[in-house]
């Protein structure tokens, strides 16, 4: 009920423009937030800049230091800096890695966005099918074997899932790799088809499978209310077989408003990704963040939160849009 | 609460979920004791859960790190759910703590859950009281935005608009026309929260943003069993989370049997006088059929 709310916000009636307006607005204030958590943080960027190695400089480095990074302004001057860097494609320089951050996510993004549209389609498709197969056969055992299944998913750690997966299909069947994206020593591109598919397997399992719950539970919702509604009656009395009155009521009514939860919950995979990155040491984005906030890494951090309230900003668009979409087809 | 003992199915959920963490409250041996004879056991009858590296007994550990995992979550729902509530009524005030309230709600709703999580976990420090800060601060957007919805509905009814236009104090109206209702749903989006607040805190801690991995948690304790996963040691992995997943399943149960008792609730009352109304009502019109 909370995420159909998610889908169709109160605004949803007015023009396009004031929904882009908001999220706009939205992701403003969320990168706003972001910058404003982690300069309240206990953080020290000198520290963090000497690399935890901060009685090697003498008071008048420190000073000059601070100086340098610009650590003697004010929260809102630095934002307001790096703002103008952000606008001019400056996201600053990782210490971590020791690479400017835009090359870090232009390195690891593609990656994860593998792993988060794969794991999106996947528990997209799987979902959909098993919410369909439980709303044709309501109140039967399948039904009931799919429904309480959807419930252990919503239930289960994402990151113990993986970790199963891991010691069952690669340490006691040896089938899939035990980590990272590709073989020792070479890069995601150059291995061949058959090893980017075996690399991928278990973080897209893992992935779709845990986010896959509220998709049965919704399309299951939504397929047992067209089979009660006035125009299969209609369809039936007309001597429609139920294959017909599937493929031409149900699915069409059912697959669209699936998509848009699905978009709504983009946000969810994403964070899903960064546990699952990390229990498979896959070197995406989500792993990065882990690596960064452990190490202290303010640039890389906010570049990564950046980069991920873009894409729920994307999501939260593309879920607004086609409901709008629904609800103007409904409204005729 | 009668018709709560009245289900079978959630009463004996319910207590067994007590009895787990009353025992694992009070159970012995604090899995500490090292014994390095007997590490890297497989799960057998004197040792249920196998041993880990070091020879500890791994039942108990997990144990004691689901009653410390429920104690911290416990305190994060807590204080979580009392903000929502505040949050809630603050947006009942005027239109623009409306307005504001429902922008810093959509505001922490469009960030990755995780990710603030470890944001807030940063600003906090990782200890105990970090963790719950960070717990408490990340969960409220989603009930608040409920009890926001309820609150609209009572608003819009006539016996509130009625309260307010007879000029009781808003206090006064709160107190005995909003509260009521609202604390039911209140109570089942904290049951709701907590299987969640759960997950989070250990997938929190299984990063390293949480807490201690000297401490025992759930979260801890799986951190340390995925440098194991490779040797093979998978009970490590899989007996504390098989634990964790059991009581999250056991509290989600409870928690929607409770919530299908409160969204039916008013209608027991109405059954039940109806079952009495239809009983004086019937002999009436036999009498009066016989009449005619």
């Known amino acids: 009920m909370v995420s159909l709310m998610a889908v169709v916000p109160k605004w949803a009636n007015s023009r396009i423009f004031t929904t882009v307006a908001r999220l706009f607005l939205q992701l403003v204030l969320v990168i706003l937030l972001a910058y404003l958590l982690l300069s309240w943080s206990p953080l020290d960027p000198i520290n963090a800049y000497l690399g935890g190695n901060l009685y090697s400089v003498s008071a008048q480095q420190k000073a000059e230091l601070t100086v340098q990074l610009g650590l003697d302004q004010s929260v809102a001057q630095q934002f307001l800096h790096w703002f103008n860097e952000l606008i001019s494609g400056n996201l600053g320089y990782s210490n971590l890695y020791q690479q400017s951050v835009s090359e870090i996510i232009k390195d690891k993004l593609p990656l994860s966005l593998l792993l988060i549209g794969l794991s999106w389609l996947a528990s997209l498709f799987m979902g959909y099918l098993l919410g369909l197969l439980a709303g044709l056969f309501q109140g039967r055992f399948v039904d009931r074997v799919i429904n309480q299944s959807a419930w252990l998913l919503a239930c289960i750690p994402s990151f113990w899932l993986g970790m199963l997966l891991i010691s069952l299909f690669s340490v006691a069947l040896s089938l899939t790799p035990v980590c990272c994206a590709a073989p020792i020593g070479m890069r995601f591109e150059e291995q061949s088809f058959w090893s980017m598919s075996q690399h991928l397997l278990l973080p897209v399992m893992t992935l779709a499978l845990v986010h896959m719950a509220p998709i049965i539970l919704h399309t299951r919702e939504k397929v047992i209310d067209v089979l009660n509604s006035d125009y299969v009656v209609y369809s039936h009395l007309h001597g429609d077989s139920k294959r017909q009155v599937v493929s031409f009521h149900v699915l069409k009514n059912s697959v669209l408003p699936a998509i848009v939860l699905h978009f709504a919950s983009f946000a969810e995979l994403f964070g899903g990704s960064i546990l699952a990155e990390t229990v498979f040491n896959f070197p995406g984005l989500g792993a990065s963040i882990v690596k960064a906030g452990l190490a202290n890494d303010t640039a890389l951090l906010m570049g990564c939160t950046l980069i991920s309230a873009l894409l729920v900003f994307c999501g939260n668009l593309i879920a607004n849009g086609l409901s709008k979409y629904l609800l103007a087809g409904e409204s005729k | ?292």
Request: aromatic fraction near 10%; glycine fraction near 6%; hydrophobic fraction near 50%.
């Open chain 2, 1 to 292: 609460m009668e018709r709560f003992l009245s289900q079978k199915g959630a009463v004996a959920i319910g207590c067994s979920l007590l009895l787990l963490l009353l025992s694992a409250f009070f159970w012995p041996s604090s899995g500490t004791e090292i014994n390095l004879l007997n590490k890297n056991m497989a799960p057998s009858l004197t040792y249920l859960f196998g041993t880990d590296w070091l020879g500890r007994d791994l039942f108990s550990r997990s144990l004691k790190a689901l009653v410390s995992s429920f104690y911290i979550g416990g305190m994060a729902v807590i204080l979580s759910c009392t903000l929502a509530l505040m949050m809630a009524m603050l947006a009942l005030v005027n239109r623009y703590f409306r307005w504001s309230v429902d922008l810093l709600v959509d505001l922490f709703m469009s960030l990755p859950h995780l990710l603030l999580l470890i944001l807030l976990a940063l600003v906090f420090g990782g200890d105990q009281q970090g963790l719950v800060m960070a717990i408490a601060l990340s969960h409220w957007p989603r009930l608040t935005r409920l009890l926001r919805f309820e609150m609209q509905v009572i608003a819009n009814t006539p016996y509130f608009q009625l309260a307010k236009q007879f000029g009781h104090s808003p206090l006064v109206i709160l107190k005995r026309h909003m509260l009521p209702h609202l604390l039911p749903q209140w109570f089942v989006g904290a049951l709701l929260l907590f299987p969640h607040a759960l997950t989070h805190m250990a997938a929190l801690t299984f990063l390293g943003f949480g807490l201690d991995p000297s401490t025992p948690s759930m979260g801890a304790l799986l951190s340390q069993a995925s440098q194991y996963l490779l040797t093979g040691m998978w009970w490590l992995a899989l007996c504390p989370g098989g634990l964790l997943l059991i009581s999250l399943l056991m509290l989600s149960y409870l928690a929607n049997s409770v919530l299908k008792i409160v969204r039916e609730g008013p209608q027991t009352t109405t059954t039940s006088i109806r079952s009495k109304v239809n009983l004086e009502i019937k002999p009436r019109i036999k009498v009066g059929v016989k009449n005619a």
